[in-house]
C-alpha cells in the first residue's frame, strides 16, 4: 500500500506560482552552493524505540548568468562640436548568482549623423562622476553576486558636427567566467548536454537589451551625444547715406559720399547660445575710414539696416575688429561701420 | 505526471499496487528514501502548459523543486510513533505548507501549525508567520502496517 501526504493545493497551479515568484533582482544562492534535504525519522516497533533513520539527497546550485546595463545620463548628452571627453554614464549590474567577469564594448550606430572619435570607457574610482581619477578599461574584473560598477563611455565630438546632429552607441556587455583576478575569463555559455548532479553548469537567464537577445549573456544599452551648437548667419550690407550733393536725401554713391557698413550675425532658433562673437572686416581700398563710427550690439531696422548699437571696436592699418557680446538663439546683433569714397 | 503531483488531503490514503515488494525479514525494518523533483514548465503545440516533475538537471535561484521523503515498512511488525524531523535548508523557501503539519520558523524550538505562529521583526512588528518562514517541519503519523509506504513531500523554491 502507498501512502501519500503531501501539502494540500499544489494542484492549485496559479495561486502557488503568485507565492513562489521571486524578486528580479539579487539572485540569491550562489552558483555551487550544496543543497541537502535531510529528514531523520524516529519510530518505534512493538513499543520500543528504534535507532533513528535518515535519508537525504543532495543538488548542487548551478550558475544563474544574468546582467544589466543601465544608462544613468540623459538619452541625449549634450555636446558642443569640437569637444573633448563628452561622457556617457551607465551602471553594469551583475545580477548572476556568482562572480563573473564583463567585457565592455561601444558600438556605434550606423543609423545616426555621425559617429564620435576616440571612444574609451573609463571605471568609475567611486564617486559616481567622471573625473581624472576614473580608471581606462575595457572589461570589468571579478564582479560580485549582485554588484554594481558605475562606467562612463567618453568620446570626442567632430568640429564639422552641427546643430541637432546626433551620434548614437551602446555600451555593450558580455558575461565572462570570473577565472582569476585580474583575467578576463572565457566567455560564459550555456552548459550543453544533461546536468552533472555535483558539478556547476552555467544557465545564461539575461534579458533582451538594446539590439541583443534573451538568454545570450550580453546586454546592450543605448546613449546618444546631441549636438547643441550655435548656428550662425553673418550678412553684410552696405548703404550710402550722405553725399556732397544730395546731401541724404537720394544720396549717391559719388566719390565724397559716406558709406555705411552693416555687418549682422544671427543665431538660430533652437541653437547654442554663441559667445566671443567677434566681426572682422578689411576696408576696401578707395574708402577712407571715419573715425569712431563702429557701432557694436546693434539691431536690424524693419529695412534691414543697422540700427543702434554702441560705440566699440577698433581698427589697425585697414582691418576693423567689432566684438559682440553673446549671441542667444534667435537673436541677431549687428557691427556697423562708416567709410568716405575717395 | 506521478502520485506524487495529486495533492490534497484526500490522497492521504490513496491505495496504490504493492510497489514495494516484500523484503527479507532481515531487513531493515523501515526503509528511507530522499529525493529532490525539479518543476519543468513546458507549452505544448496546443498552448496548454504542461508542469512535470523531473529529476533536477540544471538548478539556478528561482526553480521550484519537491523535497521529498519516501518511507516504507520492511518488516512484518507495524511502525509506531512514526516521526520525521526535517530541517529546511537555508537555500530555498517553504512555498507551501499543509495548514495541520506541525512546523517551526525559529529553527526548531518551538512547533506548532503554520497558522499559530507569529514572526516578530526586527522594528518590533508582529505578522503571521508565512511559508517563507518555515525552518523545520515535523510529520508524526502514528502508525505504519506491514508493507505500507507512503511520501512526504513538500515544494519549495531555490533563493
Redesign the interface.
Known sequence: ???????????A?TA?VA??S?PALA???SAG?V?????????????ID?TE?????T??????INLIVTRISGPAVSVSPGQTGAVIAFDVTNLS?DTIDLALAVIQSSADNFDVDNVRIFRDDGNGSFDGADTLITSLDEVVEDASVRVFVVSDVSLSSTNGEDAELVLSATAHSGGSPGTLGAVLVS?PG??D?QGV?T?L?DGAGEDDVDFDGVYNAPGSFTVFAASLNVAKTSRVIDDPVNSTTNPKAIPGATVEYCIAVSNAAGAATASNVEVTDVLPGDLTFVVGSIRINGTLDGSGNCTGGDPGGSIAVRTITAPLSDVAAGETRTAAFRAAIN | MN???????A??????????PVQAETA???E?????KLEKVTTDPSGERR?EWVE???????D?LI?G?Q?TNR?Q???????????V?P??SV?????A?LVSVDGGKTWAKLADLVIVEADGQRRAAL?GDVTNIR?V?PA??P?????????V???
Not at chain 2, 528511507?32 to 529532490?36: E, F, M, P, S
Open positions: 500500500m502507498t501512502r501519500s501526504f503531501t501539502f494540500a493545493a499544489l494542484a497551479g502557488m507565492l513562489q521571486v539572485e540569491g544562492t552552493t543543497i541537502t534535504n535531510t529528514a531523520t525519522v524516529d519510530y518505534r516497533v512493538g513499543g528504534q533513520v535518515v535519508a537525504s539527497d543538488f548542487e546550485v548551478d550558475r544563474k548568482n552548459t544533461p546536468d548532479p553548469e544557465v537567464a | 502520485n506524487c503531483t495529486k495533492f490534497g488531503l490522497a492521504l490514503l490513496v491505495a496504490a499496487s504493492a510497489a514495494a531493515a525494518p523501515l528511507l528514501v530522499g529525493y529532490v508542469v533536477p538537471q540544471v538548478v539556478v535561484p528561482g521550484k523535497f521523503t518511507f518488516s511488525a507495524p511502525i509506531e510513533s512514526f516521526v520525521v524531523s526535517n530541517p535548508p537555500s530555498v512555498a507551501q505548507i499543509d495548514p503539519v511559508p510529520w503519523l505504519i502496517a508493507g505500507e509506504s507512503g511520501r512526504l513531500e513538500f515544494p523554491t531555490v533563493r
